[in-house]
């Protein structure tokens, strides 16, 4: 009996860790979408501009990504973990490294931008920035209007009378 419970616990566990995570990527592949069509009408690539800057983005993206979550994870971690117990020559070693990992993340965008400078004019290349700054904007700010929508409805439903029928 226990061994029985313990297994549809067991499932029922994974399904909805299965389930979260789809909708996960699915929200991925959906901002993705977005933000691809935003930054093509924003920046008015042609077809073939399209065609060359969308590789060279999605590395660059790629590339930032790796070195900001996982490098700088494990700088976070430690920092959180023993800052206080941390010698003078352990902070300066962890400093160095953050430093570095800051002049990589440069480095990575001087070269994006090199390459972007031979398919792009340098003024679609100037709006790029816009839309990024636009994106993450409008994002949180849909963010922020759907938590409010929904402490705004969860209030209504709770400071609401039953209704004598």
């Not at 399904?15 to 979260?20: E, M």
Request: glycine residues 0%.
């Amino acid at each position: 009996m226990k061994t029985s419970k313990f297994l549809l616990i067991s499932i029922l566990f994974i399904s909805i860790h299965s389930f979260a995570q789809s909708q996960m990527e699915e929200k991925r592949e959906q901002i993705k979408t977005l933000k691809v069509g935003f930054i093509t009408n924003e920046l008015a690539l042609t077809p073939d501009e399209a065609a060359k800057f969308w590789p060279i983005y999605n590395a660059y993206e790629d590339k930032q990504f790796e070195i900001k979550h996982q490098k700088m994870k494990a700088f976070k971690e430690r920092m959180d973990s023993d800052l206080d117990k941390m010698n003078e020559k352990e902070a300066s070693a962890l400093l160095a490294q953050m430093q570095s990992n800051d002049d990589e993340l440069y480095q990575i965008r001087k070269k994006f931008i090199s390459n972007l400078k031979n398919i792009l004019p340098a003024t679609k290349i100037i709006k790029l920035k816009k839309p990024k700054t636009i994106l993450i904007e409008s994002y949180c700010n849909n963010i922020e209007i759907k938590v409010l929508e929904n402490k705004i409805i969860f209030s209504l439903e709770f400071h609401q009378k039953p209704r004598n029928h």
